[in-house]
Protein backbone atom coordinates (compact mmCIF):
# COMPACT_ATOMS: atom_id res chain seq x y z
CA UNK A 1 0.00 0.00 0.00
CA UNK A 2 1.37 3.57 -0.65
CA UNK A 3 1.98 5.98 2.01
CA UNK A 4 -1.51 7.65 0.52
CA UNK A 5 -3.67 4.73 0.81
CA UNK A 6 -2.26 4.26 4.41
CA UNK A 7 -3.18 7.55 5.42
CA UNK A 8 -7.01 7.14 4.16
CA UNK A 9 -7.30 4.03 5.40
CA UNK A 10 -6.80 6.04 9.12
CA UNK A 11 -8.75 8.76 7.97
CA UNK A 12 -11.08 6.44 7.62
CA UNK A 13 -10.77 4.58 10.85
CA UNK A 14 -11.13 7.66 13.31
CA UNK A 15 -13.75 9.67 11.06
CA UNK A 16 -16.27 6.98 10.48
CA UNK A 17 -15.13 4.38 12.69
CA UNK A 18 -14.66 6.03 15.73
CA UNK A 19 -16.57 9.04 15.76
CA UNK A 20 -19.93 7.68 14.02
CA UNK A 21 -19.33 3.97 15.75
CA UNK A 22 -19.30 2.28 12.46
CA UNK A 23 -17.60 -1.12 13.47
CA UNK A 24 -17.90 -2.77 10.15
CA UNK A 25 -15.00 0.26 9.45
CA UNK A 26 -12.98 -0.81 12.06
CA UNK A 27 -13.26 -4.61 11.56
CA UNK A 28 -12.53 -3.48 7.82
CA UNK A 29 -9.69 -1.20 9.08
CA UNK A 30 -7.48 -3.07 11.86
CA UNK A 31 -6.05 -6.80 11.53
CA UNK A 32 -8.20 -9.92 13.34
CA UNK A 33 -4.41 -9.81 15.18
CA UNK A 34 -4.43 -5.86 15.95
CA UNK A 35 -2.79 -5.12 19.03
CA UNK A 36 -3.09 -1.80 21.10
CA UNK A 37 -0.24 -0.36 23.27
CA UNK A 38 -1.70 2.35 25.64
CA UNK A 39 -0.33 3.16 29.59
CA UNK A 40 -2.74 3.00 31.43
CA UNK A 41 -5.61 1.43 29.31
CA UNK A 42 -8.41 0.03 30.97
CA UNK A 43 -8.89 -2.57 29.00
CA UNK A 44 -6.30 -5.12 27.34
CA UNK A 45 -6.72 -4.57 23.33
CA UNK A 46 -5.36 -7.67 21.38
CA UNK A 47 -7.34 -7.60 18.51
CA UNK A 48 -9.33 -6.57 16.25
CA UNK A 49 -12.80 -7.64 18.01
CA UNK A 50 -11.45 -6.18 21.48
CA UNK A 51 -10.77 -3.12 19.96
CA UNK A 52 -14.60 -2.92 18.77
CA UNK A 53 -15.47 -3.48 22.36
CA UNK A 54 -13.19 -0.31 24.04
CA UNK A 55 -14.55 1.95 21.29
CA UNK A 56 -18.37 0.74 22.84
CA UNK A 57 -17.15 1.23 26.08
CA UNK A 58 -15.87 4.56 25.16
CA UNK A 59 -19.03 5.51 23.07
CA UNK A 60 -21.02 4.40 25.76
CA UNK A 61 -19.63 6.79 28.51
CA UNK A 62 -19.42 9.61 25.75
CA UNK A 63 -22.16 8.97 22.99
CA UNK A 64 -21.86 12.26 21.14
CA UNK A 65 -18.11 11.45 20.56
CA UNK A 66 -16.10 13.60 18.01
CA UNK A 67 -12.41 12.71 17.01
CA UNK A 68 -11.15 15.95 14.71
CA UNK A 69 -7.84 14.71 13.53
CA UNK A 70 -5.42 17.69 13.79
CA UNK A 71 -2.06 16.18 12.22
CA UNK A 72 -1.63 13.19 10.21
CA UNK A 73 1.68 12.54 8.80
CA UNK A 74 2.83 8.68 7.18
CA UNK A 75 5.96 7.43 6.06
CA UNK A 76 6.26 4.33 4.83
CA UNK A 77 4.39 2.03 6.74
CA UNK A 78 3.78 4.32 9.61
CA UNK A 79 0.99 6.74 9.63
CA UNK A 80 0.83 9.31 12.90
CA UNK A 81 -2.23 11.36 14.33
CA UNK A 82 -2.77 13.62 16.93
CA UNK A 83 -6.58 14.60 16.92
CA UNK A 84 -8.52 16.53 19.53
CA UNK A 85 -11.41 14.50 20.88
CA UNK A 86 -14.92 16.08 22.04
CA UNK A 87 -18.42 15.03 23.79
CA UNK A 88 -20.39 15.13 26.70
CA UNK A 89 -19.79 12.58 29.38
CA UNK A 90 -24.01 10.96 29.93
CA UNK A 91 -23.03 7.62 30.67
CA UNK A 92 -20.40 5.16 32.65
CA UNK A 93 -16.92 4.89 31.46
CA UNK A 94 -15.04 2.74 32.92
CA UNK A 95 -16.38 2.67 36.13
CA UNK A 96 -16.84 6.62 36.11
CA UNK A 97 -20.62 7.95 36.59
CA UNK A 98 -22.09 9.72 34.26
CA UNK A 99 -20.93 13.84 35.14
CA UNK A 100 -22.80 15.31 32.23
CA UNK A 101 -20.02 17.33 31.37
CA UNK A 102 -18.67 18.85 28.18
CA UNK A 103 -15.11 16.58 27.54
CA UNK A 104 -12.28 18.04 25.17
CA UNK A 105 -8.92 16.31 25.06
CA UNK A 106 -6.10 15.42 22.68
CA UNK A 107 -4.66 12.22 22.39
CA UNK A 108 -1.72 10.95 19.48
CA UNK A 109 -0.91 7.74 18.20
CA UNK A 110 1.51 5.62 16.01
CA UNK A 111 0.15 2.89 13.63
CA UNK A 112 1.74 0.40 11.79
CA UNK A 113 0.23 -0.51 8.82
CA UNK A 114 0.48 -3.87 6.98
CA UNK A 115 -1.82 -5.29 3.91
CA UNK A 116 -4.04 -1.99 4.10
CA UNK A 117 -4.96 -2.81 7.42
CA UNK A 118 -3.84 -1.06 10.82
CA UNK A 119 -2.00 -4.26 12.11
CA UNK A 120 -0.86 -2.17 16.01
CA UNK A 121 -0.99 1.26 17.45
CA UNK A 122 0.66 3.27 20.05
CA UNK A 123 -1.78 5.42 21.72
CA UNK A 124 -0.91 8.27 24.37
CA UNK A 125 -4.01 10.43 25.67
CA UNK A 126 -4.97 13.25 27.84
CA UNK A 127 -6.30 10.91 30.81
CA UNK A 128 -5.39 13.42 33.67
CA UNK A 129 -7.28 16.20 31.64
CA UNK A 130 -10.00 13.65 30.81
CA UNK A 131 -10.23 12.71 34.94
CA UNK A 132 -10.46 15.70 35.59
CA UNK A 133 -13.46 17.20 33.52
CA UNK A 134 -15.62 14.44 34.21
CA UNK A 135 -14.90 15.51 38.19
CA UNK A 136 -13.07 12.53 38.52
CA UNK A 137 -10.40 13.70 40.14
CA UNK A 138 -10.22 17.06 42.09
CA UNK A 139 -9.66 20.46 40.45
CA UNK A 140 -6.14 21.95 40.30
Known amino acids: MSVE ?11 IGWSKGDMDVVRESVAP ?12 VETGEALTTLIGAYRAGVP ?6 E ?3 AEND ?3 TRVRITGTHTGDLAGIPPSNRS ?9 KMAGGRILES ?3 VDDYGLLLQVGALPPQ
Do not use: G
Open 5 to 15: ENKAIVRRYIE
Open 33 to 44: NYLRHQPNMMMQ
Open 64 to 69: DLHIEI
Open 71 to 73: HLV
Open 78 to 80: RVV
Open 103 to 111: VDFTASDIF
Open 122 to 124: WHN
